[in-house]
């Protein structure tokens, strides 16, 4: 009994063995698509434009522009290997405006490797290195940018996120609201990354399509690792060496992965 026991389990331990070894040369070569999907709100609640939403210090703000870029998007799958997409192809803008009737926006990456994923990462923004290879060496995302709104000039740069509409106060109602938060030129760099780990393994397959839904809390723009009050200048927020870090800071803590269909 005690060979015929160790004999089975051998033939159970090669059977794995094999088992995985063939998943692993399915996968070889293999490539499929993933999709990011962004949802945005504040709070608990949905972001709706022309919506009232209130801020810790009593402030309200509404809302008629929310958008970002995001850039440098790449995954990490369980062995540790890390998957860049394509540099040239790798710069989105995220517009509520674009949204389906969900208010979700959708990003898809086409040609990822097959494999089981775990974290992505992405930058809020266009970082020093792209910045650097000049306007011509943008690509078709300049023409996109400044057709979006997210461009001041090439020589100031890029708008990493525009929010525009009204806010009120103690002291003002319906006032104009601008954040237009960016680096300026090689000067002043406010690029961020963001790394978000998967409540669940991410099955990138030639046969499949895994769809990861990002939440983007809006709120915590205003109300993040720092409160800011739009009566003490945050209400224009540009080119200031003061006020987009801040917002720069806050903005890395917007996003959570809610959760991921593996379709």
Not at 65 to 70: A, D, S
Not at 119 to 148: H, K, S, W
Request: hydrophobic fraction near 35%; include cysteine; charged fraction near 20%.
């Amino acid at each position: 009994m005690t060979i015929t026991k160790l004999a089975l389990a051998l033939l159970l331990c090669i059977s794995i063995i094999s088992c995985s070894s063939d998943d692993k040369e399915e996968l070889t070569g293999q490539t499929g698509s993933l999709d990011l999907k962004f949802d945005n709100g504040v709070g608990d609640q949905d972001f709706i434009f022309g919506t009232s939403y209130n801020k810790s210090n009593g402030e309200s703000y509404k809302l008629t522009t929310l958008k970002y870029i995001i850039s440098n998007v790449r995954v990490k799958d369980s062995e540790g290997n890390i998957f860049h997409y394509p540099t040239a192809n790798n710069v989105f803008i995220v517009d509520e405006a674009n949204g389906n009737n969900a208010g979700e926006i959708f990003i898809t990456l086409n040609d990822v490797p097959a494999a089981d994923y775990t974290e992505i990462t992405f930058g809020i923004g266009i970082d020093q290195a792209r910045f650097l290879l000049g306007a011509e060496g943008q690509g078709d995302f300049l023409n996109e940018a400044d057709e979006a709104g997210m461009l001041w000039s090439w020589a100031t740069g890029y708008r990493f996120i525009r929010f525009d509409g009204t806010y009120s106060s103690s002291t003002v109602i319906d006032a104009a609201l601008n954040v237009h938060m960016g680096s300026v030129g090689t000067s002043l760099d406010n690029y961020k990354e963001v790394t978000l780990t998967f409540p669940n393994s991410v099955r990138v397959r030639e046969t499949a399509q895994p769809e990861i839904h990002i939440e983007a809390d809006i709120s915590k723009v205003f109300d993040g690792v720092t409160s800011v009050s739009f009566d003490d200048g945050y209400d224009q927020v540009h080119t200031s060496a003061i006020t987009t870090p801040v917002i720069a800071e806050n903005f890395k803590g917007v996003f959570e992965v809610h959760h991921v269909h593996n379709n």
